[in-house]
C-alpha cells in the first residue's frame, strides 16, 4: 500500500499545478517520507520558508520541526495571503515575518 501526504495549495502557491483553476481545490499527492519534518517537506517542494505564511497540518498550525505522518493533509497558504482571521498573521504562527 502506497502512503501519502495530501497538499492543499492556496494563492500564488495554486501555480504549483499546471491548469489548476481557483474555483476548484489543487491538491498535490506526495509520497510520505519516513523521518520528514515539515521544513523538509516545503524544500522538496522546491519552496523556501519565506515563500510561506500561515500552513496547517490536519488543520493545526504547523511547526517548522513537527513531523509528517502518513495520511496527513497539509494546507499551505502563500506568505502575502490573509486569512479568515481579519487579515492578521496567526499570534503564535512559527512563520511570522
Known amino acids: 500500500m502506497q502512503v501519502m501526504i495530501e ?16 474555483d476548484e481545490d489543487t491538491i498535490l499527492c506526495l509520497d510520505f517520507r519516513e523521518g520528514e519534518d515539515f521544513r523538509q517537506l516545503i524544500g522538496r517542494l522546491g519552496l523556501k520558508m519565506s ?3 500561515d500552513c496547517f497540518i490536519n488543520g493545526t498550525v504547523v511547526r517548522q520541526s513537527e ?3 502518513d495520511g496527513d493533509r497539509v494546507g499551505l497558504f502563500p506568505y502575502n495571503m490573509r486569512l479568515i482571521d481579519g487579515g492578521m498573521e496567526l499570534k503564535y504562527s512559527p512563520h511570522r515575518r
Open 7 to 22: 497538499i492543499h495549495l492556496y494563492g500564488i502557491l495554486r501555480e504549483m499545478v499546471p491548469g489548476s483553476r481557483v
Open 67 to 69: 513531523y509528517m505522518r
Open 51 to 53: 515563500d510561506i505564511g
